[in-house]
Each structure stands twice: as C-alpha cells, then as structure tokens.
C-alpha cells in the first residue's frame, strides 16, 4: 500500500514542475500526466491531482487544444480522458473540459470512453 | 439557451453511447434469475466505473454503467423555490406513469432529479442511438418546460388575484 504522504509530496512536486512550465502549454499537459496516483485510496489526494491536471489544461488556448490532443501517445490520451471525467465531477471549468472532451473524443474514439469508464486503475 | 448546453450535450451524448454497451448477464447468486446488475450492486466485477458529468453546481448527470445495465440520474437545474416544487411536482408526475416511458426509473438516485434505468432487453428492442436520442431531448426540454410552467403560475396568480380583488371595487 503506497503511502498517502509520499504520493501527495509528489502530487505537489508535480504542481511546482506544471507552474513552471505554464508558458509552454504542451509539455506543462505533459508533465501533469505524469505518475497518476492509481494507489491512492483518500480521495482528497486524487482531487488533487485532478487540480493539477486542470490547470494545465486551462492553461492552453482553444486553437491549440486539438495540436497538443494529437501529441500525447495512446495511453496519456486515456489517461488525460480520466482526468477530464475527474474534473467534470465538481462543475468547475466546465466548458473548457467539454471542448477537452470533444477533441479527445474525436482523436481516440469511443474506445478511449470505454477504458475510462472500464478500467479498474482509476485516477 | 441551448447553443451554450451544446457542448454539455454532446458530452453526455459520447458518454453516454460509450456507457450503453450492454449485454446480457445471469445473475451470479441466483439461477435462473437476471438482474440489472447497477441496481444489485453486489458483484463489483460487473460494475464499471461510475462517471458524473456537472455542467455547474446545479446542473449534473450521473452515469453508472454495467454489464447489462445504466442507470443515469439527472439534477435538473432549480433556481429558486418556486422551481423546485414545480420539479418535484413534474418528476414526480412523471415517475408515476414510468411504465409508459420503459426506461424511466420509479425513484431518482438520491441527490438527483430523474433517474433511468437502460437494461440490455432495452438496448436490443430499441434502437440505442434513439434510446441516448431520448435522454438528450429530454434533458434539452426539461428547462424549457419548467420555465414554461413558472410563466403559467405567475400569469395564473395575476388573473385569480385580479378576479378577486374585483368584488372589493365599485
């Protein structure tokens, strides 16, 4: 069992690389994506890692959402659907998930829904 | 109005088809029987992630997919009292008769407006794409006609106050 502590010390180190990268959109999407917390079993530490994830997708400019969607490989774009499913729960930052959604939808297809709704690895 | 839902919409929609992937399942304890197994909850190999899609505090949509059933449970938006009693009073109008409507569930999830219920005996007498067709329009109508319903019960109290207050007049 991973230790709650350590997994959220690396949520924050995670947060710090994200804030430093924000003027280069692509690789702060990148960075976010990286070593989700699979074993986590509190809630808030996932949250976290959520609000992670969302900042540095609020940080892209709408035009680009679909050039930096076809620059993740397979499994960072499933892994960033979890994410946007993760994100919509709570409502905030709604209508840029959405267009988030949208071009993920269309890249990778229904079987990228179907791995975030299926798999047991949940982030 | 409904072009700023769009992308709700089309959100749902994906989920939604993705979700609606049913196939039959016996259930695992009892012979014979078949269950919907979102609605049993006991064997956690069948249930799939269960995903919420929350357009802002007021308006979400629930989806619990499983092997051989979905149960999506919507909160339709209510900004003020006179909205939510017009809700409860419509949902539950409609609860009553959800043998007319198949999919309709007869008590919302808790936290929820509506709740449907989409077996895979649905998803194989029905077309699916009709089935989520059916869902969206719906949640595209609601708010239409619970403003409708908030016009008509002003409009309504002016006329019958109106007539009233007639009599104490010379």
Redesign the interface.
Known sequence: MADEGALQAAIAAREKTVTSLLSNPPAAVKAALADPPYSSTSDETRRASAKVVVKALGAVAEKDIASVVDGLSGAEQDLLMKYV?RG????EQ??QL??W??SL?EKAG?GC??R????KQ?V | MSTAQQPYLACVRSTLTAALCLQNFGCQEVERHNKPEVETGKASEVILNPVVIARNENEAVMIEPSVNSVRVSVKIKQSDELEEVLVAKFMRFLMQRAEHFLVLRRKPVPGYSLSFLITNVHTETMFKHKVVDFVIQFMQDIDKEVSGMKLGVSSRGRVVAAKFLEQFTY
Do not use: D
């Open positions: 499913y919509l729960e709570t409502g709604s209508t959405f267009k959604h949208a939808t229904m829904i179907m975030a709704l299926s798999e949940r």
